[in-house]
């Protein structure tokens, strides 16, 4: 734990939650409030909680988190996000919030603007920045490994998720594009810079117990660089992979999900998570590398600006949501000033 240990406030007991919490722990106390769920979540988590010296609590609304705790990690469905967020800051509280940082452009961009107003900090948990495959893309390209970047290939896919009915509307989810997608679109953006036209086409198909979903997205950068972003949700049997291949001036470097696994893992996983988030090294993880990082930029000011800030996560809104309306009208869309 840091010299100062935090007290932080967890807002959703879903899957995602329980990727967040080893880091958590590693930081100081949790306390959850989630509309459904908090009491099984905060038990699933007590053993390991004691093992870290922490403790994981529950209360039974948002204003008595807000007031128990320093920080909040919002962890709630997309839909949810902004108004968490929104309150979060108006107590005053420095706010990680999982991605995307809201379902709209006009609700990512105002949160962008209350965390100025509130003087506080907001980080969206994009959280595929400090995956070690894409560290080493983004190092490659910075340091000028690369060259003049020219052609970017993205591809993730895995399972639908049907656990959860939520994400099959895309009206509260995005679908595919906003929150699986959103992923790539953003390191697409950090490495080969701003967007300035985007155009997509879709499909979903299947059943409602069987869906299938299915996205690509072109992105024209400033540069002039393209990139090329694929995505699919399949069936069940379907495991979570990754892979991109980036080409410059001076060469190409590529990564294979499947490819690159150097370590073997025989551990209990919560059904939440199983099969439908990445498989992390436990001694390498990026959900708790980034926590460490947004949260230690709020313990200590003087370290390093965090690699993704609250404009990141509305610039990876903006060109989410342009995929989708050019998924619904067939037509380019040009992103004004890029994004």
Known sequence: MPATPLR?????????????????????????????????????????????????????????????????????PTF????????????????????????TDADA?????????????????????????????????????????????????GAFPIRTPWFADRALSGGIVMDQM???????????????????????????AEPVEAAHVLLTHASGAISHVAGIWGPQHLPFTTEYSVTGTLGSLSHRSRDEVDYVADLAVPEAVDGFLPAVDPADDPYGLELAEFFGAVLDPAKPEPRVTAADGAAAVRIANAALESIETGQPVTLGGGA
């Open 8 to 76: 932080i406030g967890l807002v959703g007991a879903g899957g995602i939650a329980h990727a967040h919490m080893p880091g958590l722990l590693r930081l100081g106390s949790v306390t959850v409030y989630a509309k459904d769920g908090a009491p099984e979540f905060a038990a699933a988590w007590a053993s390991a909680a004691a093992a870290a010296g922490s403790s994981v609590t529950v209360v039974d609304s948002l204003d008595a988190l807000l007031e128990a705790v320093d920080v909040v990690d919002v962890v709630t």
């Open 109 to 157: 961009s105002d949160l962008v603007q209350c965390a100025r107003d509130a003087g506080r900090r907001l980080f969206p948990a994009h959280v595929v920045r400090f995956f070690p495959a894409y560290v080493r893309l983004q190092e490659a390209v910075t340091t000028g490994l690369l060259g003049d970047l020219a052609v970017l290939r993205f591809v993730r896919s």
């Open 182 to 208: 959103i992923h790539d679109l953003d390191i697409a953006r950090w490495v080969a810079g701003e967007v300035t036209t985007v155009s997509a086409v879709g499909v979903r198909s299947g059943t409602d």
């Open 80 to 103: 949810a996000h902004a108004e968490v967020v929104r309150a979060a800051l108006a107590a005053g509280k420095d706010v990680v919030s999982e991605k995307p940082l809201a379902r």
